[in-house]
């Protein structure tokens, strides 16, 4: 089972920003969708942001649309989510996972409908925004 490895996460001030990643030791993401999702405490999991393989094609949840930034090195094997302006409702774990089934991200095929199509996930790193 391929586990991928999310890193990155802290605790942060309201305004603040961090930077996670995403890699995954003995596996290719080039040619995937990859998603970042983040579940916070007593609610459900929540799409993040996808990116595709090599089309350019990404997709932010309009929760945090503006203020993150997602990319991938597909050369060292690794997508990033740069998180500024963050805000407390930002709290949550943060997962990263690909998309076996899509090379593509869109709006529509990245909702919860669509979540069964990440079939390799990370442990999750926790993010903390708090004064």
């Known amino acids: 089972q391929v586990q991928l490895v999310e890193s990155g996460g802290g605790v942060v001030q309201p305004g603040g920003s961090l930077r996670l990643s995403c890699v995954a030791p003995?596996?290719?993401?080039?040619?995937?969708?990859i998603g970042w999702f983040r579940r916070a405490p007593g609610k459900e999991r929540e799409g993040v942001s996808c990116?595709?393989?090599?089309?350019?094609?990404?997709v932010y949840s309009d929760s945090v649309k503006g203020r993150f930034t997602i990319s991938r090195d597909n050369a060292k094997n690794t997508v990033y989510l740069q998180m500024t302006s963050l805000k407390p409702e930002d709290t949550a774990v943060y997962f990263c996972?690909?998309?076996?089934?899509?090379?593509?991200?869109?709006?529509?095929?990245?909702?919860?409908?669509?979540?069964?199509?990440?079939?390799?996930w990370g442990q999750g790193t926790p993010v903390t925004v708090s004064s």
């Open positions: 996972a690909a998309n076996l089934m899509r090379s593509r991200c869109a709006y529509d095929t990245f909702s919860s409908t669509y979540h069964h199509e990440y079939a390799y």
């Open positions: 003995g596996f290719t993401l080039h040619g995937y969708a």
């Open positions: 990116i595709g393989s090599s089309d350019g094609s990404i």
